[in-house]
């Protein structure tokens, strides 16, 4: 039988962005649980705690992250080196998305380049690129199109 998979995590400053980005996934029918993080900093944390919510009681460490490029006080490639730094393990089958609005080919290449990233999209995320990745590295979730 096929599952929706566990847990997403945004990791953007942008609230609009989120919310938008928080509807879309909610709406493709895809995720039970959205966790949005609008920090690299509190994004750190929450993924070095194993993806425990004080504010839930609760751990849920993602299967797909989509991660932002630019953000204030560490940005996505900062929090990219942080985190292999002090993640001893990363769990198997996480997904990282880098998610931007950059259209810099040196973003697109330095992302295929470090193996933490699964893949790049660029801004605004669509059900269609919601479905494309589910589709590519969540075959057996269910997905409605």
């Known amino acids: 039988m096929k599952n929706k998979f566990i847990s997403v995590l945004l990791i953007d ?14 709406e493709s029918g895809c995720a039970k649980n959205i966790k949005v993080i ?5 994004a750190l ?3 070095l705690s194993g993806g425990y919510d004080p504010l839930l009681g609760t751990i849920d ?15 996505g ?4 080196s942080l985190y292999n730094q002090k993640i001893q393990l990363q769990p198997p089958n ?14 697109k290449n330095r992302a295929k ?3 933490i990233i699964s ?27």
Do not use: H, R
Request: glycine share 4%.
């Open 113 to 115: 380049a470090l193996p």
């Open 94 to 107: 996480m997904v990282l998305i880098m998610l931007s609005a950059s259209l810099n080919s040196e973003d």
């Open 45 to 47: 944390q929450y993924l």
């Open 61 to 75: 460490f993602p299967d797909l992250i989509f991660l932002d490029i630019n953000m204030p006080a560490m940005n």
């Open 13 to 26: 400053d942008d609230a609009p962005t989120n919310y938008l980005n928080s509807l879309l996934i909610e």
């Open 77 to 80: 490639w900062e929090f990219l």
């Open 119 to 145: 893949g790049f999209e660029t801004k605004p995320l669509t059900k269609e690129k919601i479905f494309d990745i589910m589709e590519k590295y969540f075959p057996s979730c269910i997905i409605c199109k």
């Open 38 to 42: 609008t920090g690299g900093k509190d």
